[in-house]
């Protein structure tokens, strides 16, 4: 990975996002930023209550996190965003041109468990279904890789940096 990109660590909840993140980031020497701590209180108390965000309480979260993806353009980071439909990728796109996706995968069951063993978390393991009705992998022209949630997050984290550091250069 040229470690002046910024990556996007995206998938539905519980897929490790906020773990995985920060081991990256560390992994390649640049900030990490949580993408829950760019959601709006609205959108926390929503999601608490049990209600999916619609794409109009996304806007701004994601307007937020793209404007520090730019910020950070040039000299790397990771950032967790859910980014779950192709539109919300493209809008953090358009704020930051060269960000690449890793998208965490894996089987719903194990998903599911790991939610379930959260502490202090708003996102109620309910909105997973949600979740992966909204979920529109990663498509081939977009920059980025998939890669399983199953094994520790030091191993899935290890697979991450492998896939990005297998991608091909961006050409300027």
């Known amino acids: 990975m040229n470690t002046t990109e910024v990556v996007v660590i995206m998938g539905v909840a519980g897929t490790g996002k906020t773990t995985v993140g920060p081991l990256l980031a560390a ?3 640049v900030p990490y930023a949580e993408g829950d701590d760019f959601h709006p209180q609205a959108n ?7 209600t999916p965000l619609t794409d109009d309480d996304r806007r701004p ?9 730019h910020e950070r353009s040039g000299q790397g980071g990771v950032v967790s965003c859910s980014a779950l439909k192709r539109s919300y990728r493209d ?24 939610m379930s ?48 550091d297998a991608l091909p250069e961006p050409t300027p």
Request: overall charge negative.
């Open 61 to 69: 979260w994601l307007d937020a996190i793209g404007a520090w993806a």
């Open 91 to 114: 809008r953090l796109r358009a704020a930051a041109p060269g960000v690449v996706f890793v998208h965490l995968t894996g089987d719903r069951a194990l998903i599911e468990d790991r």
């Open 27 to 29: 992994r390649f020497d």
């Open 117 to 164: 063993h959260r502490q202090g978390h708003f996102m109620p393991t309910a909105l997973l279904d949600s979740q992966f009705a909204t979920l529109q992998p990663l498509e081939p022209d977009e920059a980025g890789v998939a890669v399983d949630v199953a094994g520790s997050p030091e191993e899935i984290t290890e697979r991450a940096a492998a896939a990005l």
């Open 44 to 50: 926390i108390d929503k999601m608490t209550a049990g």
